[in-house]
């Protein structure tokens, strides 16, 4: 239990100092996640404990993870021009990767898998009522110290609008999964029905949408373009996707996925400056912005080193040596603004292309979820975790939210959840992963291959 609340306190803190992008923030995280990580395996290996079901059929996912580490090791002793740089992506990747097995240990039952998402969506409507609190009333600060960028918008503690943005896209998917989850069915005469919508009101459905209303109104305030696109987008793609595919949905689930796109649209975006976010899209082209021009100079870069890479980590320092005379000059370029291209450069293509497998495996993984899995929870999740990643892959062609450490474990988190939401088990025994086995008994895994009915 003492892990369990430190991994939920770790989910709320992560975003807080700068995203977790300072020099002190993102190691702390690296050496929480391994140490939880190690005592977790430890518990299962000292006492025999069956493993998990999402755990066990993640596996090759986990495990290519843990490989692209070791190249990234190798990367470090042969390749790289930045040997520091490199030995720090290590580090910090070993805190992604171990996150993402992590989640998948311990986040085994309902019980879980809700207080997983409701210490999210607190976190997320933290920095969206702070955020835009510091907006409302021009006291502009950011963690513990005056912002020095993006004055005039929402940026909660993160540094730039666009990574709070890209946090808040993930934990709206996850709100708006776990919202779908709960979804009312109006039975009876008019009297019940009249008793079960005040049942509704006084229920925690009720608490969980105005948070989400608060978070969409952060959103906004952003003024971040692809941001408020990549969310809107995805909400579209997942739910037209949930309307599909989901077996049984009922009336409420279509009015809810409707309202969601209405209300947010029509009357929170009308009051909070969603038209300045249209405006800036309109506002925008190839002659004010250099990130078209940084991202093509990065693939170059990747061309000359397609299969090993430049090292992981060294963007920063190698991208100088191969920028065209139309980058502006005076700017320093710790990134470019493509996560995928920064990837492919940096990795290499056959690391790059493990990364891109993980992604897809666990994006198919959650669109099933909503296919098959008839727990209505399971299904939430799916939905969640579906329009979760599509919003940060769509955000991720224009941006490198992926490179700030706080948005980078939401996404491992997302990851988890997709295979989570499509194997884990969801009978009596789905309450706990750890099952005790007589002292002799050979070490064994739970594999799980159909879909167990509900109680």
Not at 417 to 425: D, G, P, Q
């Amino acid at each position: 239990m003492t892990r369990w609340r430190a991994y939920l306190l770790l989910l709320f803190v992560l975003p807080l100092p700068f995203g977790g992008y300072t020099d002190w923030a993102w190691p702390l995280y690296t050496a929480i996640t391994s140490g939880l990580l190690l005592l977790e395996l430890r518990l299962h290996t000292q006492n025999l404990t069956t493993l998990p079901v999402a755990f066990v059929r993640s596996r090759w996912l986990w495990v290519g993870l843990l490989l692209i580490q070791l190249w990234v090791a190798a990367q470090a002793l042969w390749i790289s021009s930045a040997h520091y740089d490199t030995w720090m992506y290590l580090f910090k990747g070993f805190g992604y990767a171990g996150f993402f097995m992590l989640t998948l240990l311990l986040v085994h039952s309902q019980n879980r898998i809700q207080q997983a998402i409701w210490t999210i969506v607190l976190a997320a409507a933290f920095q969206a009522s702070y955020g835009s609190l510091m907006v409302l009333t021009g006291w502009e600060y950011g963690f513990f110290e005056a912002k020095w960028a993006y004055t005039g918008t929402a940026t909660g503690t993160f540094v730039n609008r666009n990574h709070i943005a890209g946090y808040l896209e993930m934990a709206l998917a996850l709100g708006i999964g776990f919202l779908l989850a709960q979804s009312t069915v109006y039975r009876g005469s008019l009297r019940q029905r009249l008793r079960q919508a005040i049942q509704v009101l006084l229920s925690s459905k009720v608490i969980l949408r105005l948070l989400l209303a608060i978070m969409v109104i952060a959103l906004v305030m952003t003024r971040s373009r692809m941001g408020n696109t990549a969310f809107f987008a995805s909400m579209m793609i997942a739910g037209a996707l949930a309307l599909v595919l989901m077996r049984h949905k009922s009336k409420s689930t279509t009015i809810l996925l409707a309202s969601l796109l209405v209300i947010d649209i029509a009357i929170v975006g009308t009051f909070f400056g969603v038209d300045k976010v249209a405006e800036r899209l309109q506002n925008s082209s190839v002659d004010t912005e250099s990130r078209d021009e940084v991202t093509r100079d990065s693939f170059l870069m990747w061309q000359q080193q397609p299969f090993r890479g430049i090292g992981a980590g060294s963007f920063q320092t190698t991208f100088p040596k191969y920028k065209s005379p139309d980058v502006v000059d005076s700017n320093v370029y710790n990134h470019t603004h493509n996560d995928y291209v920064q990837f492919l450069a940096e990795f290499g293509a056959p690391a790059f292309a493990v990364m891109l497998g993980v992604v897809l495996v666990s994006l198919w993984r959650a669109i099933r979820a909503m296919s098959v899995r008839r727990n209505e929870l399971l299904k939430g999740a799916g939905f969640g975790a579906t329009m979760g990643i599509i919003a940060i892959g769509i955000h991720s062609a224009v941006d490198f939210n992926l490179q700030i450490p706080a948005n980078a474990y939401m996404f491992m988190f997302l990851l988890a959840m997709a295979n989570i939401a499509r194997w884990a088990e969801h009978g009596p025994r789905a309450h706990s992963s750890v099952q005790r086995t007589p002292k002799r008994a050979k070490h064994h895994v739970t594999h799980a291959t159909t879909e167990t009915p509900n109680p």
